[in-house]
């Protein structure tokens, strides 16, 4: 368990963002992944895997309109489930291929999760998670105007589609999850920030139209499982200050007391690296020695020696 981590993978990770995202492309980015979490499992770390769903919950979400006129419909929650699912059996998959070019023969399993929300969150009053495909100004005014998304301009690269994210305050499956760690077992869960569901006037469960931060629920796993570092995988190999400014530096270390500051100056949008921050500086106020690698894929290497990407602890 002392080498026990939490990889979080952002969506993009298996749906690149310069290309369609196929089914073919998802499973060549998810060998890529695939080959850096392999490094960690050889150099003799058990990584408990998630994964965001953006991207792809997004396309799946489209498909559900436009075959509206002749199939029924799918929640949101069911999207976040069959998102869920599809993409931990390609990482699995992957995975599972990996190790045994590399003479290991190791099973990976994909648990399906569901992670509570309040009722009341006032984040389903502010839509803010940008999901699926990236729109010119024109055609997200269309979009808006055509089927009522509400739609944000997102890290300059166009407007997204935005939906309610909720802060996760449990996980469902946290004891089944967690025996299966302790057992050696190696795991992609939670995946997509879990399947948002809320408990009713009886105490039943419900599923709900949003979409969790998987940053958000990373932490909230690692914590659970007891991890001291939780590793967040993006497209940047570090975090910068005063990014796509002249002034912009990269960032190799940073304070909790310093991300807060940067977090109220601004310095980090709520669509893009806001939540990561929040989730690491979250996840390393509640964990005694806890904690965070932000970096790219590349930099998963590094993630057992303290090198490389941009490293957030307590002080």
């Known amino acids: 368990m002392e080498r026990m981590m939490v990889v979080a993978l952002g969506g993009n990770a298996i749906s690149p963002p310069d290309a369609e995202g196929n089914i073919s492309q998802q499973f060549d980015a998810a060998r890529t992944s695939a080959a850096r979490i392999a490094d960690l499992i050889q150099a003799g770390y058990q990584p408990v895997i998630t994964h965001g769903n953006g991207p792809q919950v997004g396309n799946v979400l489209r498909r559900v309109e436009l075959a509206a006129h002749e199939l029924y419909t799918l929640s949101l929650d069911i999207c976040v489930a069959d998102t869920q699912s599809g993409i931990g059996y390609m990482i699995g998959q992957c995975v599972m291929n990996e190790l045994r070019r590399r003479g290991v023969n190791r099973p990976v399993a994909t648990v399906v999760t569901c992670v509570e929300v309040e009722r009341d969150d006032p984040a389903f009053e502010r839509p803010s998670k940008p999901i699926g495909r990236f729109y010119s100004a024109d055609k997200a005014g269309e979009m808006q105007e055509q089927y009522g998304w509400r739609m944000v301009e997102d890290a300059g690269r166009g407007y997204r589609r935005v939906v309610a994210s909720p802060m996760p305050r449990r996980i469902v499956e946290m004891e089944t999850i967690r025996r299966m760690v302790i057992a050696g077992e190696l795991l992609v869960a939670a995946g997509g920030g879990g399947i948002p569901v809320v408990r009713d006037e009886r105490g039943e469960l419900k599923g709900v139209d949003a979409i969790i931060d998987k940053d958000r629920t990373a932490a909230l796993l690692a914590a659970g499982l007891g991890a001291r570092l939780l590793v967040i995988a993006t497209e940047v190999d570090r975090v910068a200050i005063d990014f796509g400014k002249p002034s912009q530096r990269a960032v190799e270390r940073m304070t909790v007391a310093e991300a807060r500051k940067h977090l109220r100056d601004g310095q980090f949008p709520a669509g ?44």
């Open 272 to 315: 893009s690296m806001g939540p990561k921050i929040e989730a690491a500086v979250e996840f390393v106020s509640r964990v005694e020695g806890g904690r965070v690698l932000i970096c790219d894929l590349a930099g998963l290497a590094e993630a057992g020696g303290g090198n490389g990407g941009t490293w957030v602890v307590r002080e």
